[in-house]
């Protein structure tokens, strides 16, 4: 082999030679391999190269044209190629070079180092895979306000806001809970939570059943705002969950509460074939149905008259449809209600029981959303979507009844023979205005037409709407303005007795302006703040004949107006670590206004026609009667350990309002009356004590609570009393105290397979209506007497057991003693007329009340991608078709005088319903 | 082939470990069973970073009929025995045939080619086949020399290999153009043709060193009574180990031992540990290294999984062997060395085959398929079971679950074989809990399957999403590794057959290689290849390598490209 010729001297050889073979090289745009071929083979001597390496083939080139050996520098430079001449070729290449000569051997190596060993224990690629599936995510960091405007010596606020990420729809209720300072916070209805931090870094953890929960850093710098929105998340049906929910049963500073939500429980037990919210607040402690397909509810030994309901602070004066089979809400829109019974926060008042504050859905800001169902009674739809994306939303609702199919299966005869139909409509517009302001606009409508047996029509109705504005000052401060109209209505025409028969129409208007303030101070002290101011308009009506046949005088029952205002303040805060304590007072002014006439009797005697002094008539607005007191309200828990707590509170509430009813339920005839010239307002005072314990590894929550009420200036009405006779009132009522007591248990258990609660109360509530000095002016004599909702002993049973995501059967118990009742006790003759001698009042109980319902929830298959999916719903009311005692009555019959129970459902009812929503099962 | 049974059954015996327990009692008839092998390289001269293409000669005595071993261990070794490249490679009675890369790095030096089965491994390493080479590493001036004397020593005795007279070879021309298609032929008798086993390569003249090498003594034999530790691989390569309890430290039995193929899912097979703890688990005939996982079930004893390797350790030493060359073999090495570096220039590199990856599943088509995409997300496959799978159910008695299977198949008394990811996970509890959004899809074979000895009601496997086992908590008697199963397959038409570009140069070192020449039973047995760009003296080297005692003749011929 002969020596390579040097690179230089062949680059040389050959350039000369290419030089002659193109002396005039034009300098054109020219391609290297054209080039190539052109000058290179002419010389004998190939070019080697590799086409794709080249990447810069256009000549011309820098320099002299002429200049071939230039040419090919050139190209590999610009190439970042190499040259390499052998007598065999030039070798245009990449990369390391080639050394055309061996090496000068020299040193010696004793080994050429392992590549095996090395290999082999490197970790593969599936381990790496493997590890990295195993790493636990880092927690995600969120930054709060501005890095340049750190105060370290103030509490920065936080205010944040959580929503579903799937609508945008704000969550009530999720909690917060900052582990290194032990501090928490739940949302309000927009979702919204604030909280004072120090600047610094915390792990935070945001929770809401259903909801997959998060935990992140939080790095406060100052104050400013954070958006959390939370995924859906189905929780295993064994599992019983565990949430690290600092603000649950045990901590929560409310006693006497109770929230459910349709988000939280998916499975609610459905009740004549609908998930009817406010039915299932019967079932809770301390609640009592005033009787079978009756509106009205009992709470711990109040009236019917004592709650007040809010959906969406729109006030609603009549809850029932269809006899209370139904309450007047469409469960498609309610997403959560609160009930408070003991406690009842400063922002509210003007009731003695109970407040129900419930909230409608707030509207997908995102899709188009709807559920809606039918069952052999009632057909029902919900639709909700934006209005602007992200920005606005909107909620639409509709339920009516379509048939008279429950009516033809009632025990009462003249039921039986009855129809009715009702419907209820309701919307909400839900609108983010800007970073600071929310306007929230709702409507409602419920009416209900029914005709008993063609011897009475009654029609009612509630109307109203609120207008509502969220604004926020800062972090720390935000308030809402609402005003609100609400109206509720009745018609009578009642045509039992042709000569009697007569219509009234009764018109109840309420029109609230109210402002609430909400500010979290730098020690975090949650204040709120703020008033109302109620105009009231009553219209009870005049009662006319109902035709000419009726001999009915005409009579005007007469207007009330009156104005109730209200304002508050409390503070929630907690002064030593373990105690909480919610404090507030609220001073509520009523004013009873003209235009009225008012009668005034003779001091120390009867109010009756007879003792009537003198009548004064008062122009519009004159100010008749004015009354006002303070209401304090007190709260404070204080935590025992981890999982128990003791809870106290103590309330004054006043009412200024309240109703004329002879009936234990509420009817549609019932009349609302303000308080007046003679009539004081009720107040009440409230104490309770109760015990939390939770067991956090069964899911199990249980509660004792005690409370003594005492109740000024209840009315309580007179033996035979007309409301429609045209009597004034004072002389149809008596006021008297009340004195109510009780113990409530209550176990619940809110995940697993077996959800549910049991519940058990004992109460007493009686009513002492005393005038020593005018024993005409006494009611059972003077002594003590049980009230007509007094019911000693009540449990209820609620149980859900989920077989599968498809499957699940729920029932429900209701056991109470019967409601007092005054009986007969003998007949005696007088002058061959009929008397009949009564008992004391309430002196006797019906039978106790029983009732068990079945009901078995199937839903469709669990397929991800759904436009639709369907839920059959089969239920059974009333199952062992118990006949539980409405009222007893008594007839003679051929002079012998007989009892009869009336019974309203006597036997099993069986309803389907068929119910759908657009998306999955996962859907809401 | 009667003769042959009792070894069978006898190499049976030794698999399941009663020979090892038995020692004595079966005597071995050491010539039976020993196996001899020659190894033919194309040339003698290398540059690092070329391949060494080989064809080897099996010989095994007295069972001439059956192959005792199907897998041939080939390693380049330096000359004090350490390796620097093996392979495996699949042998049978026609041998082996093959290639071997040197790496890169490698030193210039002197270095051997060594060959054996398993089998050989029971008697002494100098048994083996060793064939000396010559690497040339361009690039470094530093070259490789043993200085390790301590250690035992022996050489190799080099002869000549005796001219074939029987053979000739018949080309048209005595010279040829470069880059031309050359014809030849060989006149080989039929009984030359039945009786051994021939060869062929075609080189630059002196590449090659016609010399046969055989170790000067055999130091260190093995015993006659000695008991084979090492078994034949008649049906492949095995990957041999050992549970040890991590406690104690001794043996653990009764373990069940599986080992999947990661690489593709073609691939798990079984192997309930003998007495002594140990596993003989098959390995798939695929090519190239791959990943596997191994898990071991020991009723969750922490065991130590001891993987026997399978290149034979035991030290040989050739000793110093300096690398020197002479001014001919300079000149040769020098151009070899200017080919092998613009070969590689020109080579597209990226031409790795990973074509044989195949989407077969070990388990063949799942019976039924869910795509959890299809179906609501569900907090764990526990739920999933319970909800959407109608036949399976989840079954908890006295504390311990089981999946049952409601369809009655003479399996169903079997419990399931679970994996993730095609690989097995042992705890159901941690398999029932692992969280849905992990998993892409569940495959199900529902009525029974066999793996091993060991019976299932039928397959339960979860494909996660990221490939990462869904999060679960693998085992932890369980590794992951590499391993190197068959080297890849010599394509003979590349080397052969180029094809020639205008501007790529064709600088091969062997213009053909014939591992194994299969002659025309007429006599005259014809073979093509290409002339390279490379000028100069050629010479066709036919290698007839004797059946029966492995003995090696060489027919040459010489040729001149110009």
């Known amino acids: ?924 | 082939m009667l003769a042959n049974k009792p070894l069978i059954t006898l190499c049976l015996l030794m698999i399941f470990g009663f020979v090892r327990s038995q020692p004595k009692s079966v005597p071995i008839e050491k010539d039976q069973l020993i196996e001899q092998l020659t190894v033919i390289t194309d040339r003698s001269y290398y540059i690092a970073g070329e391949k060494i293409l080989f064809s080897t000669n099996y010989l095994a005595s007295s069972m001439l009929h059956q192959s005792w071993s199907s897998v041939l261990y080939v390693e380049l070794i330096q000359s004090d025995g350490e390796a620097l490249t093996n392979g495996k490679y699949q042998l049978n009675l026609n041998g082996a045939e093959g290639s071997l890369k040197i790496p890169e790095n490698c030193l210039s030096g002197n270095y051997f080619l060594k060959a054996y089965t398993q089998w050989m491994r029971n008697a002494s390493q100098y048994n083996y086949a060793y064939v000396p080479i010559k690497v040339v590493n361009p690039g470094t001036s530093e070259t490789y020399r043993n200085v390790d004397s301590a250690k035992l020593q022996t050489t190799l005795i080099a002869s000549e290999y005796s001219k074939s007279d029987n053979i000739s070879i018949v080309s048209t021309q005595q010279r040829y153009e470069t880059r031309k298609k050359v014809k030849l032929s060989f006149a080989i008798s039929q009984k030359d043709s039945l009786e051994n086993k021939l060869c062929v390569a075609i080189i630059k003249k002196g590449s090659k060193n016609l010399q046969n090498f055989t170790v000067k003594s055999l130091p260190n034999e093995l015993s006659n009574n000695q008991a084979a530790y090492y078994f034949p691989e008649f049906t492949g390569a095995w990957l041999r180990g050992k549970l040890i309890d991590k406690a104690t430290n001794q043996p653990y039995k009764g373990g069940l031992v599986n080992l999947s193929l990661l690489s593709d899912k073609s691939y798990l097979t079984g192997f309930n540990t003998t007495n002594d703890g140990e596993f003989f688990l098959t390995l798939p005939r695929q090519t190239g290294e791959k990943e596997f996982f191994i898990t071991a079930k020991t009723n969750e004893l922490p065991v130590h999984i001891a993987l026997e390797k399978a290149f034979c350790k035991r030290p040989v030493n050739f000793g110093p062997w300096p690398f020197e060359l002479n001014e001919p073999e300079k000149q040769l090495c020098q151009e070899l060395s200017l080919n092998a570096q613009l070969s590689a220039k020109f080579t597209p590199k990226n031409k790795t085959s990973k074509a044989n990856k195949t989407n077969a599943v070990f388990y063949g088509k799942a019976d039924v398929q869910y795509n959890t995409d299809k179906y609501i997300e569900l907090p764990n496959l526990e739920e999933f079971i319970f909800e959407i799978i109608p036949y399976l159910t989840v079954v908890k008695r006295k504390g311990a679950k089981s999946i049952q299977n409601a369809e009655k198949t003479a399996f169903s008394f079997f419990p399931f074989f679970l994996l993730v990811d095609y690989i097995p996970v042992h705890n159901l509890e941690d398999y029932l809990a692992i969280k849905m959004n992990k998993i892409d899809k569940i495959e199900i074979i529902n009525g029974g399957y066999v793996v091993g000895n060991l019976k299932y009601s039928g397959i339960i496997n979860i494909i996660s999403k990221n490939s990462d086992f869904a999060g679960i908590d693998l085992n932890k008697n369980s590794m992951f590794f590499n391993y190197q199963l068959y080297a890849p397959e010599t394509n003979l038409n590349d080397l052969n057959l180029p094809k020639h570009k205008n501007r790529i140069p064709d600088r091969r070192n062997c213009l053909y290689w014939q591992p194994h020449l299969i002659p025309n039973i007429d006599g005259e047995t014809k073979i093509e290849f290409y002339t390279s760009d490379v000028k100069g003296e050629y010479e066709v080297i036919l290698y007839k390598i004797s059946k029966s005692d492995g003995s090696v003749q060489v027919a040459t011929k010489n040729f001149i490209v110009e």
Request: charged fraction near 20%; proline fraction near 4%.
């Open chain 1, 1 to 924: 082999m002969k020596p390579l010729i040097s690179y230089y001297t062949l680059v040389t050889l050959l350039l000369c030679i290419v030089e002659q073979a193109y002396p005039q090289s034009s300098g054109d745009s020219l391609s290297f391999k054209k080039w190539l071929t052109e000058n290179g083979e002419t010389v004998g001597v190939l070019v080697y190269f590799n086409e794709s390496w080249i990447s810069h083939d256009i000549f011309p080139f820098q320099g002299d044209a002429n200049d071939s050996r230039s040419v090919l520098e050139q190209f590999c430079k610009a190439n970042k190629l190499k040259l390499l001449s052998t007598e065999d070729g030039i070798y245009i290449y990449k990369g390391s070079s080639i050394s055309t000569t061996l090496p000068e051997w020299g040193t010696v190596r004793s080994g050429n180092g392992n590549n095996l060993v090395s290999n082999q224990n490197k970790v593969t690629q599936s381990e790496q895979q493997y590890k990295l599936g195993r790493i636990v995510a880092d927690l995600e960091l969120i930054k709060v306000g501005s890095p340049r405007s750190v105060n370290t010596l103030k509490n920065a606020r936080v205010r944040g806001r959580v929503i579903d990420n799937d609508s945008d729809e704000p969550i009530l209720g999720a909690t917060i809970y900052v582990e290194e300072v032990e501090k928490g916070a739940a949302t309000d209805i927009d979702g919204y939570f604030s909280i004072p931090l120090r600047p610094g870094k915390y792990k935070t953890t945001v929770n809401c059943l259903s909801m997959r929960s998060r935990t992140f850093y939080l790095e406060v710098f100052s104050d400013g705002d954070i958006s959390i929105p939370l995924e859906k998340e189905l929780v295993s049906i064994n599992e019983v969950q565990v949430v690290a929910d600092k603000i649950n049963n045990v901590a929560g500073i409310q006693m006497g509460f109770e929230r459910i939500s349709s988000k939280t429980m998916k499975e609610i037990p459905v009740i004549m074939g609908e998930k009817d919210l406010l039915k299932i607040a019967q079932m809770l402690p301390g609640v009592q149905s005033v009787g079978e397909g009756s509106a009205g509810i009992n709470v711990r030994g109040g009236s019917a008259d004592q709650n007040l309901f809010y959906i969406n602070k729109l006030p609603v004066y009549n809850t029932a449809h269809l006899f209370g089979f139904f309450s007047a809400f469409n469960p498609d829109i309610i997403n959560d209600f609160s009930l408070y019974k003991s406690n009842i926060p400063a922002n509210f008042g003007g009731r003695l029981s109970s407040i129900f504050d419930i909230s409608t859905r707030q509207g997908n800001k995102k899709e188009f959303y709807g559920k809606g169902g039918i069952s052999p009674i009632t057909g029902h739809i919900m639709l909700e979507g934006p209005l602007i994306e992200n920005k606005s939303s909107v909620v639409l609702s509709y339920r009516t009844t379509y048939s008279d199919w429950i009516l033809s299966r009632l025990d009462d005869v003249s039921l039986r023979e009855s129809n009715a139909s009702f419907y209820d409509i309701s919307g909400v517009i839900n609108t983010v205005l800007n970073k600071k302001n929310i306007l929230k606009v709702f409507y409602y409508k419920s009416k209900d037409d029914f005709s008993l047996s063609s011897t009475n029509d009654y029609a009612y109705a509630n109307n109203g709407t609120s207008v509502s504005l969220k604004h926020f000052y800062s972090q720390a401060l935000s308030s809402d303005i609402a005003v609100v109209s609400s109206n509720y209505s009745f018609g009578h025409n009642n045509k039992k007795n042709p000569s009697e028969a007569f219509n009234q129409n009764y018109n109840l208007h309420h029109n609230e302006l109210r402002v609430d303030f909400k500010y979290t101070s730098p020690s975090n002290h949650k204040i709120s703040f703020g008033g109302s101011s109620i105009l009231y308009h009553l219209n009870r009506g005049v009662i006319k004949p109902f035709n000419e046949e009726s001999k009915r005088t005409i009579v005007d029952l007469g207007k009330d107006k009156g104005v109730e205002n209200a304002l508050y303040i409390s503070d929630d805060f907690s002064p030593i670590p373990r105690l909480s304590i919610l404090a507030g007072i609220r001073y509520n002014f009523f004013n009873f206004l003209g235009p009225t006439t008012i009668n005034e009797y003779f001091e120390n005697s009867p109010l009756d026609e007879n003792n009537i002094k003198t009548q004064k008539e008062l122009e519009n607005n004159q100010l008749v009667k004015s009354y006002s007191g303070p209401e304090p309200r007190f709260a404070a828990n204080y935590r025992l350990g981890t999982n128990s707590s003791l809870k106290t509170s103590y309330n004054r509430l006043r009412q200024n309002i309240f109703m004329l009813s002879n009936t234990i339920a509420i009817s549609p005839t019932d009349q609302w009356k303000l308080a007046d010239y003679h009539i004081k307002p009720a107040t009440t005072d409230q104490l309770s004590i109760g015990y939390y314990y939770d067991v956090p590894k069964k899911g199990l929550e249980s509660s004792l609570e005690i409370y003594q009420k005492w109740t000024k200036n209840i009315a309580e009405f007179k033996d035979g009393v007309d409301f429609v006779s045209g009597k004034p009132p004072e002389m149809q009522l008596l006021q008297g105290r009340q004195e109510s007591r009780g113990i409530e248990l209550m176990l619940k258990k809110n995940s697993g397979r077996l959800t549910g609660w049991l519940s058990y109360t004992y109460s007493k509530s009686t009513i002492l209506v005393q005038n020593k000095n005018l024993p005409t002016q006494q009611i059972n004599y003077g002594k003590v007497y049980p009230s007509n909702y007094d019911r000693p002993h009540s449990f209820n049973a609620v149980t859900n057991l989920r077989y599968s995501r498809r499957l699940s059967i729920s029932a429900n118990m209701v056991y109470y003693t019967g409601r007092p009742i005054t009986y007969p006790e003998s007949v005696y003759y007088s002058e061959g007329k009929q008397t009949l001698q009564y008992s004391g009042r309430n002196e006797y109980r019906l039978p106790n009340y029983f009732r068990l319902d079945l009901s078995i929830n199937l839903e469709g298959n669990l397929n991800r991608k759904k436009w639709i999916h369907s839920y059959w719903m089969l239920n059974v009311y009333n199952l062992t078709g118990r006949k539980n005692a409405y009222s007893v009555y008594f007839e003679s019959n051929e002079k012998v005088l007989q009892a009869y129970k009336l019974s309203i459902i006597g036997a099993p009812i069986f309803t389907v319903s068929w119910n759908f929503k657009f998306g999955n099962y996962v859907s809401e």
